[in-house]
């Protein structure tokens, strides 16, 4: 079963910074763009930034300068590197493709910002 695993979510302080990964089951996700989505509470999933199979990478205007979004082909894998959080950024994170694929949403990992 194809699965898109993400994780390295946790609580960390308004700030504070955070590592997320998302582990692809197949290396056929490499010929895939990719994104990090998230869904605050009470909020609709939205989409946070995308890469494409190239590297290409966008990002929405609220996370601007402070995320990074990246990818390493040989290990099937996607990062999403978030700096100087905000309480707003408390969501849980998902990868997935893009546009996002009804069969691989998962688990997500859950982001935390608070004192």
């Known amino acids: 079963q194809v699965q898109l695993v993400e994780s390295g979510g946790g609580l960390v302080q308004p700030g504070g910074s955070l590592r997320l990964s998302c582990a692809a089951s197949?290396?056929?996700?490499?010929?895939?763009?990719m994104a990090w989505y998230r869904q605050g509470p009470g909020k609709q999933r939205e989409l946070v930034a995308s890469?494409?199979?190239?590297?290409?990478?966008n990002y929405a205007d609220s996370v601007k300068g402070r995320f990074a979004i990246s990818r390493d082909n040989a290990k099937n894998a996607v990062y999403l590197q978030m700096n100087s959080l905000k309480p707003e950024d408390t969501a849980v994170y998902y990868c997935?493709?893009?546009?996002?694929?009804?069969?691989?949403w998962g688990q997500g990992t859950q982001v935390t910002v608070s004192l």
């Open positions: 997935n493709t893009f546009p996002g694929s009804i069969q691989y």
């Open positions: 197949l290396s056929i996700f490499r010929f895939y763009a």
């Open positions: 890469i494409s199979s190239g590297g290409s990478t």
